[in-house]
T-cell receptor, first 117, second 114 residues
Framework: DTGVSQDPRHKITKRGQNVTFRCDPI?????LYWYRQTLGQGPEFLTY????????KSRLLSDRFSAERPKGSFSTLEIQRTEQGDSAMYLC???????????????FGDGTRLSIL | AQKVTQAQTEISVVEKEDVTLDCVYE???????LFWYKQPPSGELVFLIR??????QNEISGRYSWNFQKSTSSFNFTITASQVVDSAVYFC???????????FGSGTRLLVRP
């Protein structure tokens, strides 16, 4: 049983550069989520996809951030013109849609740790 | 507004001690879900349990047990006979019905010393 896979695990870049992260969800999961976690805090919701449709975006997701899930499978999260404040762990999760309790809980990947120099 | 508070920033115990991690939540919704996740040093969030707001039965899974009390808006997590491998950051989270997004507390770091 393959879990949620994220790539890369670590990314170090200079301020102002663009970065892109990839998330491969559990294969049968139709929902995919992105969260951001800063040091000493719990994850904060960024955005959510159901299949290829992006259904919700947090106000945390400024216009420098864009996420896609073109074929309803893997997803990418791009940050343009990175800033020091973007340094964080970016977590991806996936789940299987169902009704009420049949909604499966979200399963998380190992995350991508971004460091901005 | 929804909110999750984990007042204990860090707990240190000696192996085999019992330990309880506190979680207090705020929501005006009648239907919601509560979760606990474990985050070991590797970084992956590991799902432990989900409860819905209509089920206040306590749950036990091996050395883990959970106490859900709507009257005090609490969903506490107890580890019995703790082990070094239990050392991790534990997060409590709240999901409003069909909102898809989890609202996490700030986590409790548990250190189990041999």
């Amino acid at each position: 049983d393959t879990g949620v896979s994220q790539d890369p695990r670590h990314k170090i870049t200079k301020r102002g550069q663009n970065v892109t992260f990839r998330c491969d969800p559990i294969s049968e999961h139709n929902r995919l989520y992105w969260y951001r976690q800063t040091l000493g805090q719990g994850p904060e919701f960024l955005t959510y996809f159901q299949n290829e449709a992006q259904l919700e975006k947090s106000r945390l997701l400024s216009d420098r951030f864009s996420a896609e899930r073109p074929k309803g499978s893997f997803s990418t999260l791009e940050i343009q013109r990175t800033e020091q404040g973007d340094s964080a762990m970016y977590l991806c999760a996936s789940s299987l849609e169902g009704q009420g309790l049949k909604n499966q809980p979200q399963h998380f990947g190992d995350g991508t740790r971004l460091s901005i120099l | 507004a929804q909110k999750v508070t984990q007042a204990q920033t860090e707990i240190s115990v000696v192996e085999k001690e019992d330990v309880t991690l506190d979680c207090v939540y705020e929501t005006r919704d009648t239907t919601y879900y509560l979760f606990w996740y474990k985050q070991p040093p590797s970084g992956e969030l590991v799902f432990l349990i989900r409860r819905n707001s209509f089920d206040e039965q306590n749950e036990i899974s091996g050395r883990y047990s959970w106490n859900f009390q709507k009257s005090t808006s609490s969903f506490n997590f107890t580890i019995t006979a703790s082990q070094v491998v239990d050392s991790a950051v534990y997060f409590c989270a709240l999901e409003k019905d069909s909102s898809y997004k989890l609202i996490f507390g700030s986590g409790t770091r548990l250190l189990v010393r041999p």
